[in-house]
């Protein structure tokens, strides 16, 4: 795998990390000094000025997808994780993953939703976060407080509604 930035001033592009390793999902930090990557279920910090990977330890969540990202602030990390006691990665069910909040400054996961589940986008304010779900053999999306309730469904189509995500404003 590649990681390549674009740079639109110079309208060229910039390898920044390349590995033998399938890896994918990059996601800026709030202060765009490192990119978060997730490969074989883990999540790696490339470092933009060093260019090198680094093991980003987010406890239990070690059966990642590739759907996780940093909250606004920089203070959460969304997570995408199959969470099947005793099932290591890649015998482990995609359709299980789960969204957990994780909390770098705490070392802790917490479950956000019970049933298969897909993050996608935080809000600007933090409270909430926007993923696609799986119920009843139909993906639609949803939304959901990070600090617990109800998840309440966006979408009500046949097939596959992905990718959700809050504006700016």
């Known amino acids: 795998s590649h990681l390549e930035v674009f740079d639109i001033q110079q309208n060229k592009r910039i390898l920044i990390y390349m590995d033998a390793t399938h890896f994918e999902a ?8 490192f990119l978060l990557i997730n490969s074989e279920g883990k999540l790696y910090k490339i470092d933009l000025n060093k260019k090198e990977k680094k093991f980003f330890d987010t406890g239990e969540g070690d059966k990642l997808n590739n759907d996780h990202g940093i909250s606004p602030s920089g203070k959460y990390i969304a997570l995408s994780h199959s969470d099947q006691p005793g099932v290591p990665f890649g015998a482990h069910d995609w359709k299980t993953s789960t969204v957990f909040i994780f909390s770098p400054a705490i070392g802790s996961l917490k479950a956000i ?9 935080w809000s600007p304010d933090e ?3 926007v993923y696609t779900g799986l119920r009843n053999q139909n993906f639609d999306i949803y939304i959901s407080d990070i600090k617990g309730g109800p998840e309440r469904r966006l979408t009500f189509h046949e097939g596959l509604d992905d990718g959700p995500e809050f504006s700016a404003d």
């Open 127 to 129: 409270r909430s976060i």
């Open 26 to 33: 990059p996601n800026w930090s709030v202060d765009g000094k």
């Open 113 to 121: 939703t019970q049933e298969g589940s897909f993050w996608h986008g």
